[in-house]
């Protein structure tokens, strides 16, 4: 079997561009191996053993890649934090996932420095790159260490949290073992064969690293021999202008991303060439038919879509499959099965909507410090993150939303997803999104959230209603829309709904 890991890729030759730093720094694969390997040796001189966590709250830079590298050959789990959470959202990941040590970038030390006030993190544990009172420089974790592999290696993981919109967030925490680092590596790369990806590519990153998928895809190229591009922020000419300078192969994206891109001006997308771009990877949110067609139409069958979560996955939809069943997620990956359940955990025949539970091989995992919501996660192998959906006679999975989203409506389940998919078809609109709030009568009455295209627009919320009516039956149609000036998503364009839809609710609670 052919080794796929990038410590053995970079010792065999490391004269290739492994990572390009958003201002177009590149750094070869033997320099980052050998810093990698200063790293690793750092941590284990502070104390860090295997099974203990470390923590980064940094910006999309190379050192992030270099720590995971790093904690990958011994044993370590790494956290990277989201940087856009509050003080106390940031101390809490901090204190709950025990790390032993932590890395920031300079822009975010006076975050993590405050929310380290109560954690047991020492002072020589606390690193940054650049100079911040309260921190030892990052150099001075490498210095004086060997540029050589660790002794007795073994591999780590990444230990990312659950979005926390529905609640606190949980640490996804998979079991720490004795396996080769090598050989885990060559196993991660597999996810990306499965969509027929090639080693010695180049894989353009457009979203934060702290996100799970995007690290882990990251993470895979990097171990596959590819060259990873860094955007620090997105935007959707620079990130057009990127595929053509490097010749980018893949991207892993979000549908906000699709939508984005699709709003340039035909004469703008027209000017780069992006034929090099043959893997155009999404998930993470529903993508509208009508958006998926349009990419489809501008880029070729080159539009791949899968679904997983942080806990795991999921289906696969190559671009000729979706074609012909347009709206699915594919078929459950090889070492996957996926079954639906009623509320009952009856298993549902084809055509029947319920709760998708998934089966992942050997694979398990638990919520880290949170015994209760690991149990109710798992059922007989099977676990599940709350998603409704059903699958076809053949085995295709459609989702229709999450289950915490489904508003009930005189007792009838109205998927947001739905709408949402209708709304963002009206020319005017650029975003938005659909909940339920209070009704005496019904129990939830559908609200849509829409953010215009542009602000001066004459567009009023009754042409919207309008739009809406001749394309959803009468019970899905929204009773009253709201303009906002942006709808609040985080920086790879996931919906905090709970945001639009908790003040509504401030003084009743949901049945869901």
């Known amino acids: 079997m052919s080794v796929h890991s990038f410590w053995h890729h970079a010792e065999q030759n490391g004269d290739y561009t492994a990572v390009i730093e958003d201002d177009g720094t590149a750094r070869c694969a033997r320099t980052l191996l050998a810093s990698s390997n200063q790293v690793a040796h750092g941590l284990r001189a502070l104390g860090v053993e295997k099974g203990d966590a470390i923590a980064v709250v940094m910006d999309n830079h190379s050192i992030v890649l270099e720590v995971a590298l790093a904690a990958g050959q011994i044993g370590v789990y790494i956290t990277p934090i989201n940087h856009h959470l509050t003080m106390a959202e940031v101390a809490f990941i901090l204190a709950d996932c025990q790390a032993k040590a932590v890395v920031c970038s300079q822009s975010h030390a006076g975050l993590t420095h405050g929310a380290l006030e109560d954690t047991n993190i020492p002072q020589s544990a606390r690193f940054v790159v650049g100079q911040a009172p309260g921190f030892r420089s990052f150099s001075e974790l490498k210095a004086d260490q060997p540029t050589t592999r660790p002794a007795e290696r073994v591999g780590g993981f990444t230990m990312t949290y659950t979005s926390g919109t529905t609640g606190r967030p949980r640490g996804v925490r998979r079991p720490s073992f004795d396996v080769d680092p090598d050989m885990l590596a060559t196993s991660f790369t597999g996810f990306l064969q499965m969509f027929g990806i090639q080693s010695g590519g180049v894989n353009l990153v457009v979203a934060p690293l702290y996100h799970t998928a995007v690290i882990n895809w990251t993470l895979y190229n990097l171990h596959f021999g590819n060259t990873v591009v860094l955007m620090e922020n997105w935007a959707s000419e620079g990130m057009l202008q990127r595929i053509e300078r490097y010749e980018v192969t893949n ?221 959803l039956a009468s019970y899905k149609c929204p009773k009253s829309i709201d303009f906002v000036d942006e709808l609040p998503r985080d920086p790879n364009g996931k919906l905090y709904k709970r945001r639009l839809r908790d003040p509504y609710w401030a003084d009743r609670t949901r049945a869901i």
């Open 251 to 471: 991207a892993h994206l979000v549908p906000t991303h699709f939508i984005r891109l699709l709003q340039l001006p035909d004469e703008v997308r027209a000017k780069y060439d992006v034929s090099s771009f043959v893997h155009v990877v999404h998930g993470a949110a529903p993508c509208p038919e009508k958006i998926k067609r349009r990419m489809l139409d501008w880029m070729g069958p080159v539009v791949y879509e899968y679904y997983a979560a942080t806990e795991g996955g999921g289906t696969l939809a190559p671009p000729d499959e979706w074609l012909l069943r347009p709206g699915t997620v594919g078929k459950a990956w090889p070492i996957s099965t996926i079954r639906i359940l009623d509320d009952d955990q009856q298993i549902l025949p084809p055509g029947e909507v319920g709760t998708v539970w998934i089966r992942m091989g050997q694979h398990t995992f638990e919520y880290h410090g949170d015994e209760k919501k690991t149990e109710a996660a798992w059922n007989a192998g099977f676990f599940t993150v709350g998603d409704a959906g059903y699958l076809d006679s053949d085995g295709y999975l459609f989702l229709c939303d999450r289950k915490a989203d489904m508003i009930i409506s005189g007792g009838v389940n109205i998927y947001p997803a739905e709408i949402e998919a209708v709304l963002i078809e009206h020319p005017a609109v650029v975003d938005c999104a659909a909940f339920g709030i209070p009704d005496d009568d019904w129990g939830e009455q559908v609200k849509g959230v829409v953010q215009l295209a542009d602000a001066e627009s004459e567009t009023t919320p009754e042409a919207i209603l309008e739009f809406c009516k001749v394309r």
